[in-house]
């Protein structure tokens, strides 16, 4: 049938999902054809978006992605958010499958009292702020206290920690955005806490291999536990940053300020572990802890979105219900990434489960079960686009804002200056 000859595929979001799933499904059937939207002008996803600048060698994927799109059987259109341009219905009709790829663009929040207090902010806009998120550069975090607590121990938890400390020459050569270089040098953040539920045990660093498991966890007993030596006190006491842990802390309260108009520190529940294995819970001792500070740094997790109406959303867990990435009962309606399995693991573990989709998907198509009979892709949206003024950003316009971009960092001997406002970008393309 033709939908076996040239099934056309669709993909929403770049990032890691989208492009391993498109990879996949480019790879494994000769004659597919993807085309993946994207809501920025930009592709890439979190890898652009959230990946720490002084982790330069994570972004290497990009290169990957790159040879994806450049494949004739791919095509990239940013510049168009799905659920606002154009519906997952008309895409459902336009294409034989929709993959839904779109991440996890919300943040959880705390739900204590003081939340809402200027001076607290969510470890996702603080990181789309210094990764150039154009709707994160009005955030203008106030680095004017010497005490900044992050509320959270994941990865996330720590890069934030890292850029806060590390001495603003050490970023002037990665990609982090001028503004937030320039924000960072007037610092005045000395200590960091990042406070946690739980203990050492349970932290949510990716070091899942035992060895080095049991390494990081020595490490932080000795730390945590130890009094440090005379020299290592000194030590302390004249080191200009330092960071710290706190384990058994669940946060009450963000505590006003005298005037009440800013955060001025946090309220503590001290806790306890209770249970065993897959069962440990948290609980409360009944005993409290306030911990001063100028700055709060929400970092317990990032959340999906629901994309459209027409798409089954579970929005306790956060995620499109699905089996292995077939989205439950809309057939032609997989996902894949942290929109599927929610927003846990790193590049590698999107990257297999992104495949299984794309397998899953493939599956179907030669079982028959897609619709048969030729779809129109990418034609019917450009139309649909086009009369609702979206002019959609193209693979190669991309890589004229990279190219861009990367000129911009020479002088300053940056491997890019990113742009940071979309117009800016629409209006370099001639849009
Ligand atoms: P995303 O990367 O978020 O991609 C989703 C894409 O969909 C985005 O481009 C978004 O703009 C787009 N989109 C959203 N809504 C729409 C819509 N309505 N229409 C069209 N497009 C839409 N992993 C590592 O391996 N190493 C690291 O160092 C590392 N650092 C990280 C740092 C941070 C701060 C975070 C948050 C994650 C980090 N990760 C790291 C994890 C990694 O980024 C994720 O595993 C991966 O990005 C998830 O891929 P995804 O494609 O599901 O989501």
Redesign the pocket.
């Known amino acids: 049938s033709t939908q076996e000859k040239t099934p056309q595929i669709c993909v ?7 492009f391993y799933t498109a990879q996949h499904l480019l790879k494994q059937h000769p004659q597919a054809h993807v085309d993946i ?4 002008p930009v592709p890439f ?3 652009r978006f ?3 600048p002084d ?1 330069p060698e ?1 972004k290497n994927v990009i290169n990957t992605f790159t040879q994806t799109a450049h494949s004739g059987r791919c095509a990239f259109w940013g510049n ?4 606002r341009d154009v519906t997952v219905p008309e895409l459902r009709e336009a294409y034989h499958a929709v993959v839904l ?5 919300d943040h959880r929040a705390l739900e204590i009292p003081g939340e809402e207090l200027p001076g607290v902010c969510s470890a996702r806009a603080f ?1 789309g702020w210094y990764n150039g998120l154009p709707e994160n550069q009005e955030l203008e975090p106030d680095l004017s206290c010497d005490t900044a607590v992050i509320l959270g121990q994941g ?2 938890a720590l ?1 934030v920690a890292r850029i806060l400390l590390t001495p603003p020459e050490h970023l002037e050569r990665t990609d982090i955005t001028k503004a937030a270089l320039g924000v960072l040098r007037q610092s005045r953040v000395k200590t960091v806490w990042l406070v946690g539920r739980r203990g050492p045990l349970q932290v949510a660093f990716t070091i899942k291999v035992p060895r080095p498991r049991k390494r990081l966890t020595e490490l932080l007993l000795r730390t945590a536990t130890e009094k440090p030596g005379l020299e290592e006190a000194a030590r302390q006491a004249s080191a200009s940053r330092a960071w710290g842990l706190r384990f058994f802390r669940s946060p009450q309260q963000v505590l006003p300020s005298p005037d009440g108009r800013r955060a001025a520190g946090v309220r503590l529940a001290v806790t306890r572990l209770e249970g065993v294995d897959e069962a440990t819970r948290a609980v409360p001792t009944g005993d409290m802890e306030d911990l001063p500070c100028g700055l709060v740094l929400s970092s317990i997790g ?1 959340k999906s979105r629901p ?1 459209d109406p027409s798409v089954p959303f579970d929005s306790k867990l956060g995620v499109i219900p699905n089996v292995e990435g077939r989205v439950m009962d809309v057939p032609g309606l997989y996902c894949s ?3 599927k399995r929610g927003p846990t ?6 990257m297999t489960d992104s495949f299984l989709t794309g397998q899953m998907l493939l599956q179907d198509l030669k079982a028959g079960l897609l619709p048969s009979g030729p779809r129109p892709g990418y034609a019917a949206i450009q139309a649909l686009l086009s009369s609702r003024g979206v002019r959609p950003v193209s693979f190669s316009e991309w890589e004229k804002l990279d190219a861009e971009e990367v000129a911009r960092g020479q002088g300053t001997g940056k491997p890019r200056e990113k742009l940071v406002d979309p117009q800016e970008m629409l209006r370099l393309l001639g849009h």
Do not use: F, M, R
């Open positions: 929403v979001g770049s990032g890691p999902a989208g939207y994207e809501k920025q996803g979190l890898v959230g990946v720490a982790h994570v168009v958010e799905v659920g790829s779109y991440g996890a663009e990181v990865n996330v890069d990032y994309v990434g942290w929109v693991g790193v590049i590698a573990t999107t």
